[in-house]
């Protein structure tokens, strides 16, 4: 059974950083894409960053390109989003996922508030 296990949210000023991680079980790691969507308050649920099975090929949102970096490390079967000058837009709740299509797999989220 997949298990996603997302940390790192919290409360954090405008400019600041975190660093969300995925812990993932259940499944070879190495094998699948990891990626992370976020859903604000009263807005549907949007695409953040993913990146493929072998780190190589990363994706990231208009609005995150240049704040904020994915990465793996297979070792560990974690997935990370590290995320600097961070806006009051980025308020969310950050969901990690593995895999595609059918085969997707979605952790519980993790809550993201940026003050202004």
């Known amino acids: 059974q997949v298990q996603l296990v997302e940390s790192g949210g919290g409360l954090v000023q405008a400019g600041g950083s975190l660093r969300l991680s995925c812990a993932a079980s259940?499944?070879?790691?190495?094998?699948?894409?990891m990626g992370w969507f976020r859903q604000a308050p009263g807005k549907e649920r949007e695409f953040v960053a993913a990146?493929?099975?072998?780190?190589?090929?990363?994706y990231a949102t208009d609005s995150v390109k240049g704040r904020f970096t994915i990465s793996r490390d297979n070792a560990k079967n974690t997935a990370y989003l590290q995320m600097n000058s961070l806006r009051p837009e980025d308020t969310a709740i950050y969901y990690c996922?593995?895999?595609?299509?059918?085969?997707?797999?979605w952790g519980q989220g993790t809550q993201v508030t940026v003050s202004s």
């Open positions: 990146i493929k099975w072998n780190g190589d090929n990363t």
């Open positions: 259940g499944r070879t790691f190495s094998l699948y894409t």
């Open positions: 996922y593995q895999g595609e299509g059918a085969r997707r797999y």
